[in-house]
């Protein structure tokens, strides 16, 4: 039978440090040229807000040059990213969306 040594595992279970998936801000950038609606249709089907945070984020990116979108783990926002810049291609629209690490 088996008997589990306890000092030993409560060791190793104090050297091994969980460490949280680093996080990425994504950001939509202003431009001159994307409509708003098209704007709000992004961050409504891409990061799923709501009609009214996402008419939010939109005023921010068009007062403050940037909005975030959301926070995510680094394939999330870079797919994130991607779908953005692929939608806005289909819809000749010059949107832009970057991640920054926090």
Known sequence: ?????????????????????KR?????????????????????QVFHHGLEKATEITLAVHEKGKGLCGVYTYEIAETKVAT????????????RAIMESE
């Open 84 to 95: 953005v810049r692929k939608m806005a291609k289909e819809e000749r629209f010059p949107l």
């Open 1 to 21: 039978m088996h008997q589990p040594m306890h000092g030993f595992e409560n060791e190793l279970l104090d050297e091994i440090e969980i460490k949280e998936p």
């Open 24 to 44: 990425y801000s994504v950001f939509l950038l202003n431009d001159d040229y994307s409509s708003m609606e098209f704007v709000i249709k992004v961050l409504m």
